[in-house]
């Protein structure tokens, strides 16, 4: 009986070949973005398994004040003296080690190599037991110690049996490989940065870091640079460790610090990869499920009525079933089978689509999710029956129930539930694609926007050296500088201490006049030398460029006034109306415990405002100066016809003259991307939901509107019969659709405009207004709308009246 | 009023050509009554849907009041079918969603007729089929007989000079079915040409010509006695 009705539920799918199609991509499509959020959410929410103790290590993560001007309120990291501070004030705590990540030049024998490299307290290895290859949890007990996963060990050495070998870091200190250790899956947040040279490699002791970099191993104050593990002991709980790092924070932190790191966050680990959405306040991981969840749901109702659409062909079959004998049960149990096979079909499609889309997903993230059926199979198969059974319930029920003599006499025109629950569906599959479309149109615009707002830099000809500060680099960087200026292709060569969207340089407090402390602003500046602005084409508005001929403009630590070309944005601060009035104006700096020195800096020139420290944030007041001691970056500003000559030829310079360094070149698109990339994160979640529920909203649609024309042929009969033209009958049907339509448009176009709002608000420079984007997204719909229902209704009422008429 | 020359329809299958109707020959004045009868099958309703111009014939001609209407395109037919044919079916075929008023006001909608006008001629035709005491009800709650006469009015209601129905009474019990032929009856005497597909050759009594169809064909033509 059962494979009868299998057999029948095939033939119907066969003869009904449109809306199989609908049916089949409809239901494949939401359960694929289903499972795929629930593996995504799962792989997340599963991640560091590997560590025994996971569940009672936890993070001290920093707040930022409003005061602090960064645009995420939660960072990772905080300072390196609350690790010794904590450790101190809680014996009872099994274990603190901080890790600081710095990118190290490497040397093994005479080789050399960027590494990322985490210096970290010698518990760090108690907190996290790793598996061993060589050596123990003692590895980094003695301060020449080094830990080398099996992949690094295999790509330095070539070999795991390393251990004894000597590393030389930062050409200054030596290290001894004490133990190797298996790698890390990419679900741990060691390795699940997404940014490079962050995933596990080196682990160094934090004594090293001392002895190359201006660490202590007491710690500082002020520089967020150390991720801060805590191992609770069993009684103890998160909001006890809370309480006592707030009275920690609140008993050591300078009055000072605390305009920019307001308290410390305690923070489970097993929440540390998703620490970057929250800090956005965008709860990503929970998006992601409610809105696959929603999607689902979408999918399930426009099956639903597809398939109560769909049932009308069939009154007749149902009446002679149970006009042979077959029960009310029986026929629900059919409907019930022919819903289930198509949900498992469904279900193989999607299972085979994810497949399919995780190892893409992987490539791109550079995760590890991996579709283990034992897993999933139980999941799916439920997920099936619940789809198949609440999709084909109400179908199911609504054929079943008419009696026989009504069903063989033809019912359609009285099944299908009621004209108001109809009307709701639709307003909610239209209030949905109004909503989806007009996100995504803001979406996209805001994104023009904001390349349009980068577009001032050249981002694909300027190649950008860095790590020019090293000890080593510093005096050659001028003869780097000549050679590669004489080289084909490299049109212009200077050096910052920052480069566009890097968001490098520093900060300062300033105000317009000497110790007013009422009117102090934050000042970032940025060391440049005497090319930079014009090489990265910032033309000024007023004034004179920094000139080699003029001592002053470079700057000197032994004198309190310098040279200065400020932005727009800086004479709005200072009060100052116009660029011209600028020029000769100085303006004072405010006295930090940090920086004591007193200073005043003279305008010398104003250049236009810029999104020199990106998109993300407004603009603030900056200034430039000339100052060598600064340099980090060299920027080399290629000639767009001979980019990779260029390239060659930078390459070919550097190994010349500083052949025991390996170059460090990226192009400035890649510091614009690193910015963006977790813009880019949340705007690839919202489009591609937003494109997959309007995809499946539109098949709703398409569903309803068969189902409305179809409900009516036979009165489109009659009414032709009486004599309706084609126009006419269009009209009426098209009218009929227009009052859900209309009423969508009421809920959608605030709900979108309040979501857009929210989504721009993300963004200091905004598209200027979201009406216009709401109203195209309504005129879209309204028109698809009307088209689909319109091209129905001709599709049924161009046919002659004869056959609407026997159409039941 | 009609002239049939001809007339063919078949229907093609998957393997087999199925003919409806073959070569007719019908003719029918003005004001005429005539019953179509026959067994089932035979083509009788084939025929009336051709008659109504809800139908084109495979070959053969049609003129209707003297044209030829075989090649004209569906908006042709509409036009004319709108203007001067009224329909009765077996199964009354009266929109659910609307009331009896609205069904009959139907028939109106799409003539150019002011919507006073149409509210007069509509009172004055429920009054005429005895239908008036139900103007607000949808057809479902009313009984055969009431939706039948429901859509007597909406086949007269544009004053049409000629009305096709097909089994008229064949939902209905006697009396109800009386009741309609006595209706029918009426408004041919008023001048109205009706034809009539009908099994009840009591009901067929009332026409004054009956046209029996065998297997697609003219079987018999005869004239019956006006009772």
Known sequence: MILSYITIALRNLIKHKLFALINIVGLTLGLLIFMFSVLLAAYEENHDHMFDKRERIYTLASKFAPTSGEAIGLYPDSSTAYGPLIRNRLPELEAVARAVHRIKQVTIDNESYYLGTRFVDNDFTRIFNFEYIHGDEQALDRPEGLILTRSLAQ????????????????????????????????????????????????????????????????????????????????????????READAMFDAHTPEDGREYTEALRVRPLILSNTMVWDAMGFPVMIAAQVLGLMVLIIAALNYTNLAAAQSFGRVREVGLRKALGASKAQLLQQFLIESLTIASFAMLLALAAIEWLVPLYNTGTGKAVALDYSQVLPYAISITLLVGLGAGAYPAYQISRHQPIESLRGGANKAGGSQWFRNILIAAQFSLSIFMLAMVMVVYFQNAKMQELSASFNKSDTLVLGRMDVEAIVPKQEALKQQLLNKDGIAAASYSNAVPFQSGGYRRIAAARAGDEAGRFDVSFVSVDFNYLSNYRQELIAGRAFDKQRSQDIFDDSRSTINVIVNERMLQKLGIASAEAAIGQNFHK??????????????????????????????????????????????????????????????????????????????????????????????????????????????????????????????????????????????????????????????????????????????????????????????????????????????????????????? | MIKLQNLCKSYRGDEIETIALNQIDISMDEGEFVAIMGPSGCGKSTLLNILGMLDQPTSGQYYFKGQDISGYNERQLGQLRKENIGFIFQNFNLIDELSVRENIELALQYHDIPSKQRRARVAEVMDRVGIAHRADHRPGQLSGGQQQRVAVARAVVAKPSLILADEPTGNLDSSHGQEVMKMLQSLNREGTGIIMVTHSSAHADYARRCINLFDGQVLAENLRAVS
Do not use: C
Not at chain 1, 185 to 207: E, F, T, V
Not at chain 1, 645 to 658: K, M, P, R, S, Y
Not at chain 1, 661 to 684: C, D, M, V
């Open chain 1, 590 to 808: 405010i006295f930090e415990e940090k920086y004591p020195k007193e200073r005043e800096y003279h305008i010398i020139g104003v250049v236009a405002d810029s999104y020199f420290f990106g998109v993300h944030q407004p603009i603030p007041p900056t200034g430039f100066m000339v100052r060598p001691e600064d340099y980090r970056f060299l920027s080399l500003h290629l000639m767009p016809n001979k980019r990779q000559q260029g390239v060659l030829n930078t390459e070919q310079t550097w190994d010349a003259l500083i052949p025991n360094y390996p170059i460090q070149s990226k192009f400035l698109t890649y510091y614009f991307r690193l910015f963006y990339r977790i813009a880019e994160g949340i705007n690839a979640v919202i489009s591609g939901f937003a494109g997959i529920a309007l995809m499946l909203s539109l098949i709703g649609l398409f569903g309803l509107a068969a189902f409305m024309a179809q409900r009516r042929t036979r009165e489109i009969g009659i009414r032709k019969v009486l004599g309706a033209s084609l126009g006419q009958v269009i009209g009426l049907l098209v009218w009929q659709i227009s009052k859900p339509v209309l009423w969508s448009v009421l809920i959608a176009v605030p709900l979108s405009y309040l979501a857009a709002g929210m989504y721009i608000d993300f963004y200091p420079e905004s598209i200027r207004s979201i009406l216009p984007f709401v109203a195209i997204a309504v005129i879209i719909a309204i028109v698809m709308a009307w088209s689909i229902v319109a091209i129905h209704a001709w599709r049924v009422a161009r046919q002659r009246p004869v056959y609407s008429l026997r159409y039941e």
């Open chain 1, 155 to 242: 790509q330095l050495f070539g070999s795991t049996e390393v251990m004894g070998k000597t590393v030389k870091v930062e050409q200054s200190i030596e290290l001894q490989v004490s133990a190797v250790i298996e790698d890390i899956a990419a679900d741990s947040h060691l390795n699940s940065d997404m940014r490079p040279k962050y995933a596990l490699g080196l682990i160094a002791p934090y004594h090293a870091l001392t002895q190359i970099d201006k660490f202590t191993l007491e710690g500082e104050m002020g520089n967020n640079s150390a991720a801060i593990y805590v191992l609770l002991p069993e009684h103890r709980d998160q909001a006890w460790l809370q």
